[in-house]
Structures are given as C-alpha cells and as structure tokens.
C-alpha cells in the first residue's frame, strides 16, 4: 500500500513537473502566437479567400498540395498546429486539406526533416518526407470521403459578435498584421545561429541563483537524454507572468467587444513584455543570472513594434477587437484540454521503462510498429525534440521500422493534440482520424523496416499498394453503404 502511495505521488510530481516544463518552455515563443495567428485568420481573412484554395469545392489538384506545402514552412508540433487547424477550418477550409494541413506541418516540416536527416540519416527523412506527404494527402481524402456530409454543412459561414468578413479581397494592412504574426512565430522557433546567439550579455547579480536553481532542478529534474526539459529560473519567472497574463485577459478579454478597457491593455502589454523575456538567454551564474540578448529578441521586438503600429494605424477598431475576441476563443477552448493533457502524459511517462523498447519494438513486426505508435502517444515531446529521443530510441534497441512509425505518430497523436482536436470537429471524427493516422504510422513503419531488413523494393510496393487499394475499397464501400450525416459531438 505504501508503495503504491509512493507510485502515484512520483506521478503526479512528474505530471507537475512536465506540465511546469511545458508551461515555461513552450507557450509563450510558441503556442500564443499560434493563437493570435488562429484569431487573425477567423477574424481578417474573407471566406472567399481561404475557400477558393483549400475549400471543399476547390480542385484536390491545388487543395492538398497547397495545405501540405503550407505546413511544410511551419516547424511546430501537435499543440502549436492545432489553433492554426481551428482557423483555416473555422474559416472554411474543406475537412480533407485541414486535416492535411494538420497532419503534415508537425510530421514533415523542413526542419524536422534537415533534423531528422542530420541525427538519424538521409534514407529515415527521406522515407519520413515521402511517406508523409503520400498518407497526408490519403488521410485528408479519406476524411473528406467519411464525413462528406460535415463538410457540407461546415460550408455554412460562421459568426461571432463581431459578424463575418465579407470582402471578396484580403486587406493589405490585414494580411501585413497576419505575416507579421508568422513571421514572430518563426523568430520565436526556428533554430538558427543568427537568432539564438547573443549579440552582447549583461550579468545581473541576484543572490544565490545557483542555489536557486539546483532547488529547481530537484523539484523539476533535467535529462536531455529523456526529452526532460527542467525549469530554469527564467522558467518560474515566465510561468508567473503567463499567470498574469490568464487574469488579466479574463478580465479584459471577455468582455472584449465593448470596447479595450484597462485590463485588456494589461494583458496585451504583459504579453509583448513575456514574449520579450522569453526570447532572452538568461543562465544561473555564481554572480548572478547572465542575460544574453539574442538576435531571437531583436526579432520578436521589431515584430511586436510592427504589429502595434499595423494595429494601431492601419486596422480598423472592430477588426482589432475582433481579432482579439477570435483569439481569446481559441484560447478559451483548447489551452484548459492542452494543460490536461500535458499534466496526463507527465504521469504516464513514469511508467515507460527503457527495457520495454527493445522488447516491444526490436523487431520489424506489426506489433513492434503499433508499439512505435503507442509510443508517440504517451511520450509526446515539442518539435525537434522528438528526434534526440527517436536517437535514444535507436541506441536502447529499437528497429527503423518503428522508429519511423514513432517519428509519425509522436508529433500528431500526443493526448492533448486528441483532446483538443476533438472540441474543434468532433469526438467521431476526431475517432476516425486517431484511427487512420495510426493505422497509415504503423504501415509507413513496417514497410520502410522491411527495406532496411533486404526485402525487395518491388514487394514492398506491391505491398503497401495492396494495402491501399483495400483500404480505399473498404471506405467507398462503408461510404455508399452508410451515407455520412451531420455529427454531433
């Protein structure tokens, strides 16, 4: 009995600590542009513009291709891509290139892939790239095959208190605030050396920092190895801010279409001056914090200077109201699920051994690449990450097969990107593409492990387009048989 007291209470103190790690490495930089980009696509951007390229009716020619190249320039994953999901298809993107657009950006964007090329080999990105966009595309299809009847519906405009868009054209300034967003996103996230050096640092003496952040480093425990990100100091104090942020954006937010009130400029000004933090190195040094200034932080302050003064000059009063009220939604909808499932998977961590790899993934089998899958549900790991750790994956014994379908599923299937996907489209459609993502994983899985173990090339083709063909058959059949209604959640 005492064990098991022991047991839940190491679960739960890895639950905190994953979720307090997330909190203060990955929100900010990451998730909060993601939702102001989610608001500004919902809020600024015409229907007409989004449906002609990614709508139902669009030609699949221009539609899939299109979503997959869009998310080929974003390296973010599960969690960061799920609000940008929420605004193209809020806004009228057909199911099928949303869910393109969804499964692809995180799977096999071009960093990921340089990454994936650079730690685990040419012929594992390759293979990772192709397989990727082959099943994205066929994934998307599929979904817009089942639920052709949702997608119908979606078609219907949406409306919040602000109204809907109805320029046939995007604004320039709009679509300038909207890149400007994008363009934060990615100062915030890409890993280049012209962003993440410091250009000059500054030491700040602040009393014992190292004792500071050994307490730190106990309550929170730091292996790279382990895709265990610790909280620095820095951390805590991003982690309070994000707090104030949430207060103030209650109070200001909420309320948001009856005009900018004092709460509303605090929270705004609180979060240009968080994601300002965020973008600085600061490291615990024996005469104090060390703060580098980044050319990350540069970038992030021209970006917010920009984007105050678009907003200011250029947009009208209700667009930025409404932007701001379409991000607020976003965030009121998935972050509550996004800290829930983060805090589940920081428990079910715990009970993963490294033995365990080798035992159920060591081998080429269907069993082993369904494990992979598994895998990348519970250990779920930000982008890029997951590739240091598909390296641990490798050296404790598991085969290429699975590591693939691992790198596949991990940056899709994670319990939060689940949770929140299915408060966006749905717990039946939400069903159908956990399911199809799986299935596509552990296929791409066993046929790449196939070649790395000598089977012939034309076998494998033969194979998986047998594979295809029955599947395809299988869902036209189900679909001819069983039309598709409108769901409910």
């Known amino acids: ?19 307090a790690a997330y909190l203060a490495a990955h929100v900010l930089l990451c998730l909060l542009p993601a939702f102001f980009i989610a608001g500004a696509m919902a809020a600024l951007i015409p229907q007409e513009s989004v449906t002609r390229f990614l709508g139902r009716n669009a030609s699949k020619s221009v539609s899939y291709p299109a979503a997959a190249a869009a998310g080929s320039l974003l390296a973010v994953c599960s969690c960061t891509i799920v609000p940008l999901f929420a605004g193209i298809y809020r806004k009228g993107a057909g199911l099928g290139p949303a869910i393109t657009f969804l499964f692809f950006a995180p799977a096999a964007n071009i960093l990921a892939l340089v990454y994936t090329g650079g730690v685990l080999g040419a012929d594992l990105a390759a293979a990772r790239f192709l397989l990727s966009l082959a099943f994205g595309i066929g994934i998307g299809l599929i979904m817009a095959l089942l639920f052709r009847a949702d997608d119908a519906a979606h078609d219907l405009p949406a409306s919040g208190p602000f109204g809907s868009v109805d320029a046939k054209a995007m604004s320039r300034s709009a679509l300038a605030f909207l890149l400007l ?20 640092d500054v030491t700040v003496p602040s009393g014992d920092v190292l004792g500071w952040q050994a307490v730190l480093d106990r309550l929170v425990p730091h292996d790279a190895g382990r895709g265990e990100e610790g909280v620095t100091v820095q951390g805590v104090a991003l982690i309070a801010l994000l707090a104030a942020i949430g207060a103030c954006a209650w109070k200001g937010f909420e309320n948001i279409e009856e005009g900018v009130n004092g709460w509303a400029r605090a929270s705004l000004a609180l979060i240009a001056a968080t994601l300002l933090v965020a ?11 060390a703060i580098g200034f980044t050319g990350k932080f540069f970038a992030v302050a021209l970006c917010l200077a920009l984007l105050a ?45 490294p033995e365990w790899i080798e035992a159920l993934a060591g081998t080429n089998s ?23 750790i598909a390296k641990m994956f490798l050296d404790l014994g598991m085969h290429r097969g699975p590591l693939l379908a691992y790198l596949m599923a991990d940056p899709e ?3 939060q990107s689940i949770l929140i996907i299915s408060a966006i489209i749905g717990r039946r459609m939400t069903a159908a593409y956990v399911g ?19 089977a012939p090339p034309v076998f494998i083709a033969l194979s998986v387009g047998a594979f295809v063909a029955a599947l395809a058959f299988g869902v036209a059949r189900a679909s001819a048989t069983h039309p598709a209604t409108t769901q409910g959640t």
């Open 181 to 200: 967003w994008i363009a934060l996103l990615l100062a915030g996230t890409l890993k280049l050396a012209v962003l993440t050096d410091s250009a000059f």
């Open 366 to 388: 269907i069993a082993g690449n369904f494990a992979g899958v598994a895998f990348g549900v519970i250990m779920y790991f930000p982008t890029l990450v997951e590739v240091p």
């Open 1 to 19: 009995m005492e064990s098991t007291g022991l047991s839940i209470a190491r679960m739960l103190e890895s639950g905190l600590g994953n979720l």
């Open 309 to 353: 003064v678009t907003a200011r000059r250029a947009l009208p009063r209700e667009d930025v109201l409404a932007w701001i009220w379409e991000s607020w939604r976003f965030v009121k909808q998935i972050f509550p699920l996004l800290v829930g499932g983060v805090f589940v998977v920081g428990m079910l961590r715990v009970l993963i051994r």
């Open 436 to 454: 199809l993502v799986a299935l596509f994983s552990a296929v791409a899985g066993f046929a790449y492990g196939a070649w790395v173990d000598g």
């Open 413 to 415: 299937l994670s319990l």
């Open 279 to 289: 973008s600085l190195s600061v490291s615990a040094m024996p005469a104090g914090l």
